[in-house]
């Protein structure tokens, strides 16, 4: 089971893109892109609210929306796979194995990029962020997968590239798999619960060998 942004592909330059719409159009300043690379992960509603600060906080529905709209029409502008995930992908396609994306992107922006930039792959699930449903560290949606497949959680590794995804995978009970190429660094993963950390997509084949 995979994370999407910061794992399977580069999203921040979108993120930050969107971001920043909603900032400018209310007429507040921008932010820089690393910025984003920490405001990513948590649901895109603590994005805005974080990007907008406190003293905005009554802008939030208004930034909510501008940010939604505008990642549906340009959130793969930029975007591309990470070196590497093509290849693991063809492999564990050729391998037989459910494969899964679990992301805290709202659902509809989740199945857009999979299908623009993934759509190569055949993935077995694909949840994003929906409305009466928990996001991510809360393992809910990653035990409704496993279920869904029928898969027990003792043979699911999680790959994803915050503490969040590491901890979402401890709490469901996963392999945690931290990833060094997307957004955060190796000591947040670790600290979260990471049991094996990869600098390389195809580093992950050594570990299911």
Known sequence: MFDLDGTLADTLADIAAAGNHALRTLGLATLPVERYRYLAGQG??????HALGPAHADLVPQALELT?????????DQTTLYPG?????????RRKLKTAVLSNKPHPATQIAIAK??????FDAVAGQREGVPLKPDPQQALAIAEQLAVPVQR?????????DMQTAVGAGFYPVGVLWGFRQEAELRENGARTIIA????????LD
């Open 85 to 93: 995930i093509a290849e693991l992908l063809d492999d564990l396609t």
């Open 200 to 207: 390389h997509p195809l580093d992950l084949l050594e570990l």
């Open 156 to 164: 699911w590794l999680y790959l994803g590239d915050t503490a969040v």
């Open 68 to 76: 939604r709209s505008y990642q549906l029409a340009h959130g793969l």
């Open 44 to 49: 895109i509603r603590w994005l805005v609210t």
């Open 117 to 122: 930039v993934l759509g190569n792959w055949r």
